[in-house]
């Protein structure tokens, strides 16, 4: 997986008369840009994160994971992507099987760029938009920041063999439903697994020409 993007979303509902809007709405107000964004490894792009309260927080963040306490990038390994089966090993499932900590995220994105057989693909998930890919977050240690500083955090999406079609032979990021990202977000990890093995939208694909800079 090469990149992300995110497109303005001009189909959103407008407010009621009371000035309410619901949830997922709102989130998607703040998390979609006013034009495209382009989002690779070691940017900063938004993602959803559970609150304490109950509800859900947008916030920026790093894509690459670091483990907690990691002052940053150069300390250990950081992970853009990684595939289901290593949520059970070492040095994930600390994190992804601690129920206490919740560190479950959501990526809003329109589609994702990856290669597959030698050639870049630009893939669109036949999905409601904002799609959500399935990901992992940790807090990002900053060595001398003053205290009260806005906490930072690191992410990496969770992936999984896509081989509906010959050309679509490739680890594609999660696709987290919306009615299933509140399961995704605040419950057991024994609950979110199973939503890894959900079926997944179907995609479109776009091949990307050589020296193109679309969506890469």
């Known amino acids: 997986m090469l990149s992300l993007w995110s497109d303005p979303h001009h189909d959103l509902p ?25 989002c690779r490894p070691l940017d900063w792009a938004p993602i959803i994160i559970p609150c ?9 963040s790093l ?9 940053g990038p150069g ?14 090993a070492y040095p994930l499932r600390s994190i992804w099987a601690n129920d206490a900590l919740l560190r479950r995220c959501l990526v809003p994105a329109s589609g994702y760029v990856a290669t597959v057989a030698g050639s870049t693909a630009a893939f669109l998930p036949f999905q409601e938009q904002p799609t959500t890919f399935a990901g992992i977050f940790c807090s990002l240690a900053g060595a001398g920041e003053p205290k009260g500083a806005p906490q930072r955090y690191s992410f990496g999406i969770i992936t999984r063999q896509r081989c509906d079609r010959e050309r679509f032979a490739h680890h594609a990021p999660v696709v987290i439903g919306v009615n299933s990202r509140d399961t995704w977000l ?7 697994s199973g939503l890894l093995g959900n079926a997944q939208p179907k995609l479109r694909e776009r091949q990307i020409r050589a020296g193109s800079s679309a969506a890469v």
Request: hydrophobic share 50%.
């Open 75 to 88: 300390g250990q390994p950081q992970l853009a992507t990684f595939d289901v089966a290593k949520l059970s």
């Open 63 to 71: 894509w690459g994971l670091l483990p907690d306490g990691v002052p």
């Open 186 to 192: 605040k419950t057991s990890h024994q609950m979110a």
């Open 52 to 60: 304490a309260a109950g509800g859900a927080a947008v916030v920026t």
């Open 14 to 38: 407008p407010f009621a008369a009371d000035g309410s809007v619901t949830m997922w709405d709102a989130i998607a107000r703040v998390a979609l840009p006013p034009r495209r964004r382009v």
